[in-house]
Every structure is written in C-alpha cells, then in structure tokens.
C-alpha cells in the first residue's frame, strides 16, 4: 500500500471555544497547531481562516499570515478552505486560491447542512475549478454525497481539472450521507482505480471510518473541524492528539506514515 496521508482539519468553520477550549483561531495559533500535527505525522493541514473576532473569514490576507506563518516552521502542506461557512458567498470563498497553494478543497455539489444549505451549483463549481486550473492549484474534491463524485466527472471530461484526482469523502454531516462503514464502501467503490481518496468523519464516525481508511489503502483527515472529542464525552487536548492516535494505530497495522514531501509524491504536486 501507499504510504498514509494524514490531513489535520485544525479549526473549521462551525466550532467554539464552548465546543473545544483549546481551539486555535489566531494566524499564530493555527500555525502553531499546524506544526505540532506536522511532529505528531500529518502532512496536510486543512485551513478555516478567523477573524479578530474568531468568527469565520475567507479574508485572502488571513490565509496568506496563516500560510506564511506555517512555512516558518515546516514544509507541511498548506490546503485552504474554499468552503468558508454557509454563508460566504463564492467570490469570497475563492480568495485564499489568489494565494496558489498547493492544494485547496473544491465542494462538487450543494446539500443540507445541519440547519442550513451547503450552495454549490454547476456554475460554483465550474468557476472553483477554473480558477484553480489557472493558478496551478490541485483541487482535493469533497464528496457529500454520491452524485457529487458525478459532478467530478463531469470536470474531467470538461478539461477543468486534471486526473488522477483525490477526493475526500466527508461523511456523517448532519443532512448530508451517513458516516457508516457501508457508506464509505459504497463511496470508494464508485471512483476510479487511479484516483486517490481520504475520508473525514464527522463526530462519532471519525475514528471508525479513519481505521477503515488505512485498511482500504485510502487516506485520512481527523481534527477538531470534524471531532472535538477524544473518546465519549472525553474532550481532545489537541488536533496533535487525534494525528498521534492515527498514527500509532496505522503503525500496529504495517502502514507506514506519509512525509508531506512523500504525500506530494502521491498526490502528483
């Protein structure tokens, strides 16, 4: 098998201090997270930007201190969030790809999304997919639901983006496909053999679906954007701590953990 791609997702847009009291919110915060995850064995980390405020921002100028900020300390791989939060708008959720980083995540279809929608029409995505292209940006395509691996097809015959992709499957959102063993299946089984995936599972099927993932061969994204928690009303220390366990269970199963140059190699950036 391929080595394992470890994806730390250290903020997010929906969870609080209230949630999780160690959350990091500041430029120098999610840098400084970002470098413990990077000791811990991840090599990818998945970017929600704060404002002052800690509310959600797509502001370019964040990203661009969280990122420079990041490469101080590591070479881990800076991937924005084109996503944002329900209620940014796609001008604004395209900002952090003036940035061109190596990767970024590029949403392939709208769903419900706890008590709001999740908006990403063909024309949204259409446009994402363009803009990354131009500025030589790897989408990593995130997957809902089952017609959105469709909807990432349809890219490929369109030319707006390039194969192999690597698609993470974020499953367990409230609204959106369940987070269950047969759901991940049923996913990976519908992607071609030359794509690359990672799964993120939300709350409770992080840990399920992230074991799966290193048995499948896929890769695997926890951290507090998708779990606050280490075990069952057990709050995380820190996005480092849920990295560590992947890695020691990996480890106990003969999968060797990706450096981020190594998950470059894979991921073809």
């Known amino acids: 098998m391929e080595k394992l791609i470890i994806t730390a997702a250290l903020t997010g847009a929906e969870v609080t201090r209230e949630n999780q009291p160690n959350l990091p919110l500041t430029p120098l915060e999610i840098a400084d997270e970002a470098y413990a995850c990077y000791k811990a064995g991840a090599s990818i980390v ?3 930007a704060r404002d002052t405020e800690g509310k959600p921002t797509q502001d370019k100028e964040v990203y661009r201190a969280i990122k ?16 944002g939060a329900v209620w940014h708008g796609p001008d604004e959720r395209l900002q952090p790809v003036d940035l061109k980083p190596e990767m970024a995540t ?9 008590d709001d929608v999740f908006m990403n029409s063909e024309a949204f995505i259409e446009k994402f997919a363009s803009r990354m292209l131009e500025m030589g940006v790897k989408p990593e395509i995130e997957v809902f639901e089952r017609g959105m691996i469709e909807n990432a ?4 015959k369109k030319g707006l983006v390039k194969e192999p992709l690597h698609v ?15 759901d991940l299946m049923y996913m990976v089984n519908q992607i071609p053999k030359n794509w690359t995936w990672t799964v993120a599972g939300i709350g409770r099927s992080e840990l399920p679906l992230a074991v799966m993932a290193i048995i499948l061969g896929g890769h695997v ?3 507090f954007e998708d779990n606050v928690y280490y075990e069952k009303g057990v709050l995380a ?3 480092a701590q849920l990295v560590e366990r992947i890695v020691r269970i990996a480890k106990e199963m003969g999968r060797e953990i990706a450096s981020p140059d190594e998950a470059r ?5």
Do not use: M, Y
């Open 106 to 114: 590029l949403s392939c279809g709208t769903c419900n999304f706890g």
């Open 46 to 48: 998945h970017i929600h």
């Open 168 to 182: 993470d499957f974020v499953l367990g959102v409230p609204g959106a496909c369940p987070g269950t063993p047969e």
């Open 221 to 223: 994204r926890v951290g």
């Open 68 to 83: 420079e900020a990041i490469a101080l300390k590591c070479n881990i791989i800076f991937q924005p969030s084109t996503g």
């Open 237 to 239: 220390s820190s996005n």
């Open 265 to 269: 190699q894979i991921l073809g950036l």
């Open 153 to 156: 097809k349809k890219l490929v």
